[in-house]
């Protein structure tokens, strides 16, 4: 694209001529040769003293919303931001390809993974990478991606109103997602209810032949009414008989998850290689993306068996003679209680190491309490944080002693537990929100 590409969307006034340039950063340290960079003033930082910055390292023309002295041409606009979003719409458009997004409380970035892989049997494909699920993350997503794609997978995250509409209308999905409504970010939008409504934005960017894919099993997703929506909606599910594709028969062994697929197209034998309910409704979601789209059942099956979780994300292994689930990424009251299932699933004394769920507003201490109580057969609980010593009360209803709770406020603290108590045979669950770094506690532990 060039800088006048952008300039008849948006408008503004080129400063130091025009040029062209092949993709994007907002970073000055993700800066890459032949690239556009867009200045955003923040809250910490301000883009714009960091233009000539990004010259030195490739970048060759600019997006800015105050004058600057530039050592590269830059297109002045009124809302550098706005003009991002607008310049991958613009992209996106032009590549014109097989797009999915994905959004939901909790699970967005393993039924990414989990629709990519299965789309990989069939198309060379392009997904989000990382955390740039935002308003500022997808557009530089969009706009770095490859032309020699033929499909792409696009993660959504909020924490407002309003933010996924912008995403889905700048990235204008063929096929949306949404996993689930959970209790991320109630600091914020107050209600689940509303979390919801926000979720919905999804389908802003999509026209009337797209295809919304819902948890048929949520409390609030199933009774989605379809006629209420341009979009053809298809539920998935294990305990609604009446979804569209639905788990029979789950069997978990060996860290594979083995079960039969009812859907509209008939039925599938399908193997996952990981574990866990909530994977199950994941793998569903990634069978609807593939029959939508017209792979086969063979490839299907195929792209499952070649899922890869991202890091930090349910991954599990040995550790000198014990075994770690480590499920660091994030947590919420959801995700943590899918992680306690897969917990109690293993054999081994079992050891649920759990640090505080962040932007819970309120709600936080009840909460914590709440998920506490869903470690029924756990038999160590290690809990730090805030709200520690909710995780405590919670876990003494499920049955917990009192003498197998230990509470603590730091890693450092928490890493000293472990290491105390822990012995071979054992099996460890890490998770927290990503802001109390349970990943650290899991390094001290290799060390």
């Given at each position: 694209?060039?800088?006048?590409?952008?300039?008849?969307?948006?408008?503004?006034?080129?400063?130091?001529?025009?040029?062209?340039?092949?993709?994007?950063?907002?970073?000055?340290?993700?800066?890459?040769?032949?690239?556009?960079?867009?200045?955003?003033?923040?809250?910490?930082?301000?883009?714009?003293?960091?233009?000539?910055?990004?010259?030195?390292?490739?970048?060759?023309?600019?997006?800015?919303?105050?004058?600057?002295?530039?050592?590269?041409?830059?297109?002045?606009?009124?809302?550098?931001?706005?003009?991002?979003?607008?310049?991958?719409?613009?992209?996106?458009?032009?590549?014109?390809?097989?797009?999915?997004?994905?959004?939901?409380?909790?699970?967005?970035?393993?039924?990414?993974?989990?629709?990519?892989?299965?789309?990989?049997?069939?198309?060379?494909?392009?997904?989000?990478?990382?955390?740039?699920?935002?308003?500022?993350?997808?557009?530089?997503?969009?706009?770095?991606?490859?032309?020699?794609?033929?499909?792409?997978?696009?993660?959504?995250?909020?924490?407002?109103?309003?933010?996924?509409?912008?995403?889905?209308?700048?990235?204008?999905?063929?096929?949306?997602?949404?996993?689930?409504?959970?209790?991320?970010?109630?600091?914020?939008?107050?209600?689940?209810?509303?979390?919801m409504k926000a979720k919905l934005e999804i389908v802003d960017g999509m026209n009337k032949d797209g295809v919304l894919i819902v948890n048929g099993d949520d409390e609030y997703l199933s009774k989605l009414d379809p006629k209420a929506f341009e979009q053809k909606i298809l539920f998935f599910g294990i305990g609604n008989k009446n979804a569209d594709y639905r788990a029979e028969d789950i069997l978990f062994s060996d860290g594979l998850c083995r079960f039969f697929a009812v859907t509209p197209n008939g039925v599938l034998s399908v193997r996952i290689p990981?574990?866990?309910?909530?994977?199950?409704?994941?793998?569903?979601?990634?069978?609807?993306?593939?029959?939508?789209?017209?792979?086969?059942?063979?490839?299907?099956?195929?792209?499952?068996?070649?899922?890869?979780?991202?890091?930090?994300?349910?991954?599990?292994?040995?550790?000198?003679?014990?075994?770690?689930?480590?499920?660091?990424?994030?947590?919420?009251?959801?995700?943590?209680?899918?992680?306690?299932?897969?917990?109690?699933?293993?054999?081994?004394?079992?050891?649920?190491?759990?640090?505080?769920?962040?932007?819970?507003?309120?709600?936080?201490?009840?909460?914590?309490?709440?998920?506490?109580?869903?470690?029924?057969?756990?038999?160590?609980?290690?809990?730090?944080?805030?709200?520690?010593?909710?995780?405590?009360?919670?876990?003494?209803?499920?049955?917990?002693?009192?003498?197998?709770?230990?509470?603590?406020?730091?890693?450092?603290?928490?890493?000293?537990?472990?290491?105390?108590?822990?012995?071979?045979?054992?099996?460890?669950?890490?998770?927290?929100?990503?802001?109390?770094?349970?990943?650290?506690?899991?390094?001290?532990?290799?060390?």
């Amino acid at each position: 694209m060039k800088l006048s590409d952008i300039q008849t969307i948006v408008g503004g006034e080129l400063i130091g001529g025009d040029t062209e340039f092949c993709g994007s950063a907002y970073d000055s340290r993700e800066v890459f040769p032949g690239c556009l960079f867009v200045c955003l003033p923040g809250e910490r930082t301000d883009g714009h003293n960091y233009i000539n910055n990004a010259a030195e390292k490739g970048a060759v023309c600019a997006i800015c919303q105050r004058k600057i002295e530039s050592r590269i041409p830059y297109l002045l606009v009124d809302d550098s931001l706005d003009a991002f979003q607008k310049a991958a719409n613009l992209y996106k458009k032009s590549v014109n390809i097989p797009t999915v997004a994905v959004t939901g409380s909790v699970g967005k970035t393993t039924t990414k993974e989990f629709a990519a892989a299965v789309l990989s049997s069939k198309y060379n494909v392009y997904k989000t990478d990382g955390n740039k699920n935002s308003t500022i993350g997808l557009p530089a997503t969009v706009l770095n991606m490859p032309k020699d794609k033929e499909a792409c997978v696009f993660e959504m995250g909020m924490s407002g109103f309003g933010e996924i509409s912008v995403m889905s209308k700048t990235a204008c999905p063929d096929i949306a997602i949404v996993s689930n409504i959970g209790f991320s970010h109630i600091e914020y939008l107050g209600s689940r209810e509303n979390i919801m409504k926000a979720k919905l934005e999804i389908v802003d960017g999509m026209n009337k032949d797209g295809v919304l894919i819902v948890n048929g099993d949520d409390e609030y997703l199933s009774k989605l009414d379809p006629k209420a929506f341009e979009q053809k909606i298809l539920f998935f599910g294990i305990g609604n008989k009446n979804a569209d594709y639905r788990a029979e028969d789950i069997l978990f062994s060996d860290g594979l998850c083995r079960f039969f697929a009812v859907t509209p197209n008939g039925v599938l034998s399908v193997r996952i290689p990981t574990e866990g309910l909530h994977n199950v409704y994941n793998a569903l979601s990634a069978i609807a993306v593939g029959q939508t789209l017209g792979l086969t059942t063979e490839q299907i099956k195929e792209g499952l068996l070649n899922f890869k979780n991202a890091p930090l994300r349910q991954n599990i292994y040995d550790l000198n003679g014990m075994t770690v689930i480590e499920d660091c990424y994030n947590a919420s009251p959801d995700s943590v209680a899918a992680a306690i299932n897969v917990l109690r699933a293993k054999n081994g004394r079992k050891i649920a190491v759990l640090g505080d769920m962040l932007e819970l507003g309120e709600r936080s201490e009840e909460l914590h309490e709440m998920t506490g109580s869903k470690l029924l057969g756990a038999d160590i609980l290690i809990a730090y944080g805030s709200f520690a010593e909710n995780y405590k009360k919670g876990a003494e209803k499920a049955g917990l002693s009192s003498e197998k709770i230990f509470t603590c406020k730091t890693t450092d603290e928490a890493a000293q537990i472990v290491k105390s108590i822990s012995q071979k045979g054992d099996v460890l669950l890490f998770k927290a929100s990503r802001g109390m770094h349970a990943e650290e506690i899991i390094a001290q532990l290799k060390n």
